[in-house]
């Protein structure tokens, strides 16, 4: 069993639409979730960052961690054409080998 | 300021083939990370490096390895490439350790192994 699941999509949705992101994890040592986003061609960048369970909020993008469940969100509101990208869940934590284990992305089109 | 650079961008080889590829990080950022990333795996952590000492190693066999050089760019190290190592191979630089600091990437290395 692969350490974060995550759905590979690929995701398509309509200008404005609510996005929905999932990953899951097995590991209950992880203690620090991220989101990234990675355009084609491009390296990944950090989109969100998060300790331990609850909700973050930056502009139109939520971040949830439910440690309970091992189970990380990210909530695209607004959706735009700009969005469109891979997007990758990362987790880990001090006792986890001090690396972080990603999910294989999530590929998202928005469409005008 | 410059992000993280890697090169060469594109790399062809053949099997039993060996490869290096370079990263230079960010100005100031002592701790660069290579990374494997491919569509059925996803990104896999491969070491990291840190003031010119591997400081932590994921689960990749011996035939890759790395190394830093004194002003902080680093190269990764492929012997006897196998078709599996086809793969989009990146890198990223942050200012410390990789739990309390961003980790910026660069655009990655394709390798393809025939």
């Known amino acids: 069993q692969k350490e974060v699941e995550q759905d590979p999509g690929p995701l398509s949705v309509p200008e404005g639409a609510i996005v929905s992101l999932n990953c899951t994890y097995s590991?209950?040592?992880?203690?620090?979730f991220m989101w990234y986003r990675q355009y084609s061609r491009k390296g990944p960048e950090l989109l969100m960052y998060?300790?331990?369970?609850g909700n973050k909020e930056d502009g139109r993008f939520t971040a949830q961690v439910d440690k309970s469940s091992k189970y990380i969100s990210l909530f695209i509101r607004d959706s735009q054409p700009s969005d469109s990208a891979t997007y990758l869940c990362?987790?880990?934590?001090?006792?986890?080998?001090?690396?972080?284990?990603f999910g294989t992305g999530t590929s998202l089109t928005v469409i005008p | 300021k410059a992000g993280v650079t890697q090169t060469p961008r594109y790399l062809i080889k053949t099997r039993g083939q060996q490869v290096t590829l370079s990263c230079s990080p960010i100005?100031?950022?002592?701790?660069v990370s290579w990374y494997q990333q491919t569509p059925g795996q996803g990104l896999q952590f491969l070491f990291e490096?840190?003031?010119?000492?591997?400081?932590n190693k994921g689960n990749f066999p011996g035939r890759f390895s790395g190394r830093q050089f004194s002003n902080s760019r680093s190269e990764m190290n492929v012997s006897t490439l196998e078709l599996g190592d086809s793969a989009l191979y990146l890198c990223?630089?942050?200012?410390?350790?990789?739990?309390?600091?961003?980790?910026?990437f660069g655009p990655g290395t394709r390798l393809t192994v025939l």
């Open positions: 990223a630089s942050s200012l410390g350790g990789l739990l309390y600091n961003e980790q910026f």
């Open positions: 590991n209950s040592a992880f203690q620090y």
């Open positions: 998060t300790y331990s369970s």
């Open positions: 990362a987790m880990g934590g001090p006792n986890t080998g001090n690396q972080f284990y």
């Open positions: 100005s100031g950022h002592r701790s």
């Open positions: 490096y840190f003031s010119e000492t591997q400081r």
